[in-house]
């Protein structure tokens, strides 16, 4: 019953008016940096923390933490409606967000993205409330060599959602990897690729390119094909007779997406590191292959967006768990609130929910609270992003093309990278127009370097021996899952040829 | 009516410094402006809105105070915008680790030493820590078996003060070890933490939970003086190993400022660190209080510069 008085505790601090006052600030705050693409909630956090300086620290942290999961909800919006994720978490979304929208289906597609998100959200704080303790030893548990599994088994998913035109895929990932490679090479600290530059010593960084090759490259294309000349309407279709709720079908088609979304998405994002952006791979893989219509995927399934977006959400509740118990952030955003932890005096760490049961609870408690007010905030706003849909294209993009360029200087500042996204524009067009993929492109971005830095952290350790990954139980049991899911990948590859092979064998008969 | 009293107090006061009279009667009658290169959150952005807070609690800046972040490079955006502002009095920025290894590292125009030096105030130090169950007993202990067998230690970055110090310490305490270099705190704590690495060098504030609930050691601390929250940890020159390498929390005008500006930022230093809040931010974010001031500052930017640049020459980080 202790977890229960726990949470009461934590309920009566998060109802005191002042701090849902600041709980709604934050909710806004969130889901206003999340639909900006490029401003994401490392930026909202930045914003806001200097202002929390002579805060109690209880109201200040609910606010710090709404504005983290509420950009979860806001980054999907511009995934959906204009093919342009705002972080990493949300390229998953746009895979059949997207083709929703431009199906006509906007209305149902966003709804659904915040039943989706809200019901992530919600799982994942239940699990935190009973199960904290537990899965903080899974976090404990990860050191480089089982990093390094982690993102090999989001690689194998990024195998999955390449498709049929699989050279075309191996291309652009590859492309992904080379620019991944620019920057300070971590275990040497030689320079790559920056011919002197400082602004390059950090790397590429993933919004210029995500935002360029999915929403400038989407937005040429558009141009390419002379929408802007057609009057009303755009690259998305918005028919009144298609209704604003999703309809009885997907909700069936959905239920069970969300569930195995939330669950996956909070134990992967528990883990530091990688998190929410593996975390809506797999669930988009998932839930392909548990689908009976898999190559209706990437086509507007509605499964395939609920499921990621139910996953980030999820993972950005699982990422509080390894800052609330043992003191350690899992990402940027969360590396920002621990930072406002030293800031208002709170020492991090294991001992941290005893020490400040009003703190650590009473965020707990606000976030139950938070998710509600998202998912009220995010169905009164739908109607108004509806509208905006329905702008005259020739109106609607140089605005895209203004919020992209200023939500890409607004990240570092960098006129650098703001050049760097409109190339990225140029070479997304080229890939939309002969059918490379940009999603795998941005992923391989994301996840090659981590896969060379944690590669290359394990063997330093291990002395170059690769035993390692078979000697250590976690890393073990990853590998092993990642064989059965290539094998069962396989048979049933196999076994479906063969049905169809069977199927077909008489009418050549005949 | 009340600004101005202030102004002439602080008039009085500058020209109580016995400096050229024309320019030290006008200074300050400006708006202040502070760069702060990295982004809010960061030691330098809590440094630089500390100092901004007492100058202000305390009237010690008779006019208005903006405060910018210029984030990027590491600091070189930054850094190389009060670069620009050669001679110009009303820029001040403050300094980090990154202050020296950026320019060893990137093509910058500036060196540490560039600048018009003010202060350091304190210096930003490492514990070196082992995982909570590991046998090891002590500092002694980890460098006799280290010797036998070579551990993996964990820092941030390879260009940084965290490979520095254990690199040093190693050629005087005569043993070899793998270092392994992280991006990410997090991963670097997790690291330790699941029995990856041997041993890791961590900043101290962000530590200090893990070691009181038991899950990490803390052996050495690499400043001159242990903080209080650590107490009982040995520092590497009490366990007789002198490594003198620190990262630089200081304070820095434009090139070329006017010596009575120098002056009067010098005075106003003096007393800022004898405020309540100064000792506050210090225990606060377990820093080793460390003040010089002017030309001295500049030796030890130039001796630390100097210092990292060989072991990162010998280590082929650099060129």
């Known amino acids: ?510 | 009516m009340r600004r101005r009293t202030l102004v002439l107090s602080v008039l009085a006061l500058a020209s109580g410094l016995a400096v050229g009279p024309a320019f030290a009667q006008s200074y300050p009658n400006e708006r202040l402006n502070v760069t702060i290169a990295f982004g809010p959150g960061g030691g330098n952005d809590i440094l630089s809105r500390t100092l901004v807070q007492i100058l202000e609690k305390h009237k010690l800046y008779p006019k208005d105070i903006a405060v910018t972040n210029r984030a990027g490079g590491s600091g070189a955006v930054g850094w190389g915008y009060v670069f620009n502002q050669k001679g110009n009095p009303y820029h001040i920025s403050t300094t980090s680790g990154s202050f020296v290894t950026t320019p060893l590292q990137a093509n910058t125009p500036w060196k540490p030493t560039s600048f018009t030096p003010v202060a350091l105030l304190a210096t930003d130090d490492l514990v070196l820590l082992v995982n909570g169950k590991s046998g090891y007993k002590d500092i002694k202990d980890f460098i006799e078996k280290a010797r036998t067998k070579p551990p993996s230690i964990g820092g941030m970055g390879a260009v940084n003060v965290d490979f520095i110090v254990p690199k040093v310490l190693s050629e005087k305490a005569n043993f070899k070890f793998e270092y392994v270099s992280f991006n990410k705190m997090g991963e670097l704590n997790t690291a330790l933490l699941s029995n990856s690495l041997d041993a890791a060098m961590g900043n101290p504030a962000e530590i200090l939970g893990l070691v009181a609930s038991g899950d990490m050691k803390a052996l050495a601390y690499s400043g001159k003086k242990t903080p209080d929250s650590l107490k009982g940890v040995p520092t590497l020159q009490e366990a007789g190993y002198d490594v003198g390498i620190s990262m630089p929390r200081g304070l820095i005008l434009p090139p070329d400022a006017p010596k009575a500006a120098q002056e009067w930022w010098i005075a106003t230093m003096k007393k800022v660190v004898a405020t309540p809040e100064w000792k506050e931010y210090i225990t606060k974010n377990n820093l080793t209080e460390n003040i010089i001031y002017g030309d001295e500052f500049n030796g030890f930017l130039d001796r630390t510069s100097n210092g990292f640049a060989t072991v990162l020459r010998a280590s082929g980080a650099i060129k």
């Open chain 1, 1 to 510: 019953m202790d977890i229960f008085d726990n949470l009461l505790l934590g309920l009566a601090v998060a109802l005191q008016p002042i701090n849902i006052v600041y709980l709604l600030i934050g909710t806004m705050v969130g889901m206003f940096v999340g639909i900006i693409p490029g401003f994401g909630p490392s930026a909202g956090l930045a914003i806001l923390l200097p202002v929390t300086f002579g805060m109690e620290p209880t109201g200040a942290v609910m606010m710090l933490a709404a504005i983290y999961y509420g950009s979860m909800y806001g980054g999907t919006i511009t995934s959906i409606l204009l093919n342009t994720p705002g972080e990493s978490a949300t390229v998953a979304s746009t895979f059949d967000g997207y083709p929703l929208a431009q199906q006509g289906r906007a209305g149902p597609a966003l709804v659904m993205q915040a039943v989706a998100s809200f019901i992530g959200g919600t799982i994942g704080v239940i699990l935190i409330t009973l199960l904290a303790p537990l899965f903080a030893q899974v976090a404990r548990s990860f050191g480089p060599p089982e990093f390094f599994m982690l993102i090999m088994m989001g690689l194998l998913m990024l195998v999955v959602m390449i498709g049929e035109n699989w050279r075309l895929g191996v291309i652009s990932t590859l492309i992904g990897f080379a620019l991944g490679t620019v920057g300070v090479d971590l275990e040497t600290g030689s320079q790559r690729f920056t011919f002197g530059s400082a602004e390059l010593i950090e790397g590429i960084d993933f919004i210029p390119i995500a935002i360029g090759l999915f929403g400038l490259g989407e937005l040429y294309y558009s141009f390419y094909e002379g929408l802007h000349a057609k009057g009303s309407g755009g690259i998305i279709q918005y028919q009144k007779e298609k209704r604003f709720w999703p309809d009885l079908r997907d909700w069936i088609d959905t239920r069970f997406a969300m569930l195995r979304g939330s669950l996956l998405g909070f134990v992967i994002g528990v883990l530091p590191g990688a998190g929410a952006t593996i975390a809506s791979l797999m669930a988009y893989s998932v839930e392909k292959a548990a689908s009976k219509t898999p190559e209706r995927f990437g086509k507007g399934m509605m499964a395939g967006l609920a499921g990621p977006e139910a996953a980030n959400n999820a993972a950005s509740s699982g990422a509080m768990v390894p800052l609330l118990t043992l003191g350690i952030p899992g990402s940027g955003s969360t590396a920002v609130l621990l930072a406002a932890f030293l800031l208002w005096g709170l020492q991090p760490g294991p001992l941290l929910m005893a020490q400040n049961p009003e703190f650590a609870w009473g965020l707990i408690a606000s976030m139950y609270l938070g998710n509600v007010a998202l998912l009220a905030i995010n169905i009164f706003a739908i109607p108004l992003f509806v509208l905006m849909i329905r702008l005259p294209y020739r109106i609607l993009a140089p605005g895209v093309i203004l919020i992209c360029t200023i939500g890409t200087y607004a990240v570092h500042g960098s006129i650098i990278e703001v050049w760097l996204m409109f190339i990225a524009g140029l070479v997304g067009f080229l890939m939309k127009l002969y059918g490379f993929s940009p999603a795998a492109t941005v992923l391989a971005l994301v996840l090659g370097p981590m896969a060379e830095e944690t590669l290359r952290q394990t063997l330093t350790i291990s002395r170059g021996s690769a035993m390692i990954f078979i000697e250590r139980g976690v890393s073990l049991t990853i590998l092993l899952v990642m064989v059965a899911i290539v094998l069962a990948a396989a048979a049933l590859r196999l076994s479906r040829t063969r049905a169809r092979a069977a199927g077909s064998a008489p009418a050549v008969g005949s």
